[in-house]
């Protein structure tokens, strides 16, 4: 089993920037996706961005250009750095784990973000 958890959300007017960490309570072997969803009331939970193990990134269309994902596979940390955030940002966001031996999912807690003015 691994645990992960979030940090970093917050309250930022629109055009700022956060930076959001996810750290896995152990190292993860095998081949392997780290990524951010998110999630506003009343709508479905969304991709963000993913990185795998060998540090290929994909974005949602939203998103790219504005957002940039990282890992450290040391830390068992993924991080989501955020630029030029607008309000339609605003959501719960939560690190995921998706390990390809087993097809598994771990999920964070979730981290919540605010942008407005």
């Known amino acids: 089993q691994v645990q992960l958890v979030e940090s970093g959300g917050g309250l930022v007017q629109p055009g700022g920037s956060l930076r959001l960490s996810c750290v896995g309570s152990?190292?993860?072997?095998?081949?392997?996706?780290m990524g951010w969803y998110r999630q506003a009331p009343g709508k479905q939970r969304e991709l963000v961005a993913v990185?795998?193990?060998?540090?290929?990134?994909n974005y949602a269309a939203s998103v790219k250009g504005r957002f940039t994902i990282s890992r450290d596979n040391a830390k068992n940390t993924v991080y989501l750095q955020m630029n030029s955030l607008e309000p339609e940002d605003t959501a719960v966001y939560y690190c995921?784990?998706?390990?390809?031996?087993?097809?598994?999912?771990?999920w964070g807690q979730g981290t919540q973000v605010t942008v407005s003015s």
């Open positions: 990185i795998n193990s060998g540090g290929t990134t």
């Open positions: 995921n784990l998706f390990i390809w031996l087993g097809q598994t999912n771990y």
């Open positions: 152990r190292n993860i072997n095998g081949f392997n996706t």
